[in-house]
């Protein structure tokens, strides 16, 4: 059943979507029908393509929907820069982000706009997701859960929310000037960045419904780039711990065990894509850093059978 229109004020949708693209021609189009499929309609989708040098301007252009808007500008090379700019140009009370590569499921926004409407200390919805890869379903990702010490959560257990299933309120990035940092060491972790800092000062809320798909590419920053990504996320954890009480030992066993984990998943990223030298590196920092990590050492064993592994 499709909802009505419901905001009386007709110059303002009620929320705006906000799709970053790159080089998405080969799955804009799907992203794009996935939006304006949505049980709920009172929304704007801007398509805010940062330089894209193949077609995706030729894809966009085939919609005729009303609601649709396209924006292009040279390429930053910074994701951050590009999603700021699209939030900068949006209208609605609500902000729902996506990657130019993903897809929602009919309902996403009806069922994120219901918990935003009706819980006004929740600043941030976040909702579970598919995981695809070469067109097959990895695995089905439960985002979350949600701790009343956000923070600490986020940063000693890893990023449990995707941007493409996050909606916020308006005022996070318009009153309180919440963007996402486009330093460029943090190039492709940005996002995880960018929800420790809300994470201080926001309530979240992680619906447990699956109503969108992430894509894993090989050409995706997350599988091109392991290693700088990897010493990227190590400088942005060390900058944190910095503020933490160094001189407690449970805390320095929790950071070492939090930095063996970015190296032990480095090399899991090189072993798929069979650089098992490389992989065995990040196996050994992975190991020297937590003698405990034993997951590491299976890895270590795999790489230098050169067996690979498909990344999950």
């Not at 709920?40 to 966009?60: H, R, W, Y």
């Not at 130019?100 to 409407?117: A, M, P, Q, S």
């Not at 308006?170 to 943090?186: A, S």
């Not at 003698?291 to 590491?296: D, P, R």
Request: with cysteine.
């Amino acid at each position: 059943m499709n909802n009505m229109r419901i905001n009386p004020d007709k110059d303002r949708p009620d929320i705006s979507v906000v799709i970053v693209a790159y080089n998405h021609a080969k799955y804009i189009g799907q992203a794009i029908e996935s939006v304006l499929g949505q049980t709920f309609t009172d929304f704007e989708a801007i398509v805010f393509d940062d330089g894209s040098q193949d077609n995706t301007k030729e894809v966009v252009s085939h919609f005729s929907d009303e609601r649709l808007k396209y924006y292009h500008q040279e390429n930053s090379g910074l994701p951050a820069e590009g999603r700021n700019a699209g939030m900068e140009l949006a209208r609605g009370r609500y902000i729902a982000l996506m990657d130019g590569d993903d897809l929602w499921y009919k309902e996403k926004l009806e069922k994120t706009k219901r918990i935003l409407d009706t819980m006004k200390d929740v600043s941030l919805v976040c909702h579970n997701e598919t995981v695809i890869y070469e067109g097959e379903v990895l695995q089905h990702k439960s985002y979350g859960p949600y701790k009343e010490d956000m923070y600490s959560s986020l940063l000693f257990n890893g990023n449990c929310l995707h941007s493409s299933a996050v909606t916020i309120r308006r005022e996070v990035f318009f009153e309180d000037n919440m963007r996402f940092c486009e330093e460029r060491d943090l190039f492709a972790i940005e996002d995880y960045e960018y929800w420790l800092r809300l994470s201080k000062k926001y309530k979240f809320y992680f619906l447990q419904d699956i109503l969108g798909c992430y894509r894993v590419t090989e050409k995706g920053a997350f599988l091109s780039s392991a290693g700088s990504n990897s010493d990227s996320m190590l400088r942005l954890l060390d900058r944190h711990f910095s503020q933490l009480d160094r001189d407690d030992g449970k805390i320095r066993a929790m950071i070492r065990k939090r930095r063996s984990y970015i190296m032990y998943a480095a090399g899991k990223i090189h072993q798929h894509k069979k650089d098992f030298k490389e992989g065995m590196n990040w196996y050994i920092k992975a190991m020297k850093e937590d003698h405990l990590n034993y997951k590491a050492a299976l890895g270590l064993i795999a790489a230098f059978f050169r067996f690979r592994i498909l990344y999950r």
